[in-house]
T-cell receptor, first 115, second 115 residues
Framework: AQSVAQPEDQVNVAEGNPLTVKCTYS??????LFWYVQYPNRGLQFLLK??????LVKGSYGFEAEFNKSQTSFHLKKPSALVSDSALYFC?????????????FGTGTLLAVQP | EPEVTQTPSHQVTQMGQEVILRCVPI?????FYWYRQILGQKVEFLVS????????KSEIFDDQFSVERPDGSNFTLKIRSTKLEDSAMYFCATRGGGGGNQPQHFGDGTRLSIL
């Protein structure tokens, strides 16, 4: 069965510093991986995806993620954090076993960027 | 940018009552999903809908739940007889064609509170 793990409930970083939010996955076959962000009282906003090709994927708001097949990881990164990046971040994998490409989510990581 | 719209934003209902949650998908999207997020927990798949029928459902989606797209625009989730444990945020998501690597777009959710 497909699964996603986000080992950190919360990540704290100072504004201007680089940030990393970790994600590891377990899938059979090639993974389709996604990152979403959730601001308070809002739905999930798509940030970026990895399907195939380049291991470094660039997405919205300056975020990028690095796919590492040997470590089964898909960590989210940003070179310089902003206070406005503070939100809940979810890693997800597409379920290749089902008929409809539903997403399987990790438990989420709360990113707190201090001014 | 087109958005998925959900109504109401907050629904308070007595246990045992029926509720209907509504979603207006992005206009050219073909695949529709419902997810839920119990407070403090991860986002869980409920059901997917394509071509006017359920494509896949989770074990959470029992006989008390139903979905339909009655007028070709609104996509609804009905809970026939609500239970306390149905209290959660319910998210509608939609996806266009072009394969499972297309991201799902989420609405802002309906917060369902069962008393």
């Amino acid at each position: 069965a497909q699964s996603v793990a986000q080992p950190e409930d919360q990540v704290n970083v100072a504004e201007g510093n680089p940030l990393t939010v970790k994600c590891t996955y377990s899938v059979s076959g090639n993974p389709y991986l996604f990152w979403y962000v959730q601001y308070p009282n809002r739905g999930l906003q798509f940030l970026l995806k990895y399907i195939t090709g380049d291991n470094l994927v660039k997405g919205s708001y300056g975020f990028e993620a690095e796919f590492n097949k040997s470590q089964t990881s898909f960590h989210l990164k940003k070179p310089s954090a902003l206070v406005s990046d503070s939100a809940l971040y979810f890693c997800a994998v597409r379920d290749r076993g089902g008929a409809t490409n539903k997403l399987i989510f990790g438990t989420g990581t709360l990113l707190a960027v201090q001014p | 940018e087109p958005e998925v719209t959900q109504t109401p934003s907050h629904q308070v209902t007595q246990m045992g009552q029926e509720v209907i949650l509504r979603c207006v998908p992005i206009s050219n999207h073909l695949y529709f999903y419902w997810y839920r997020q119990i407070l403090g927990q991860k986002v869980e798949f409920l059901v997917s809908f394509y071509n006017n029928e359920i494509s896949e459902k989770s074990e959470i989606f029992d006989d008390q739940f139903s979905v339909e797209r009655p007028d070709g625009s609104n996509f609804t989730l009905k809970i026939r007889s609500t239970k306390l444990e149905d209290s959660a945020m319910y998210f509608c998501a939609t996806r266009g064609g072009g394969g499972g690597n297309q991201p799902q777009h989420f609405g802002d959710g309906t917060r369902l509170s069962i008393l």
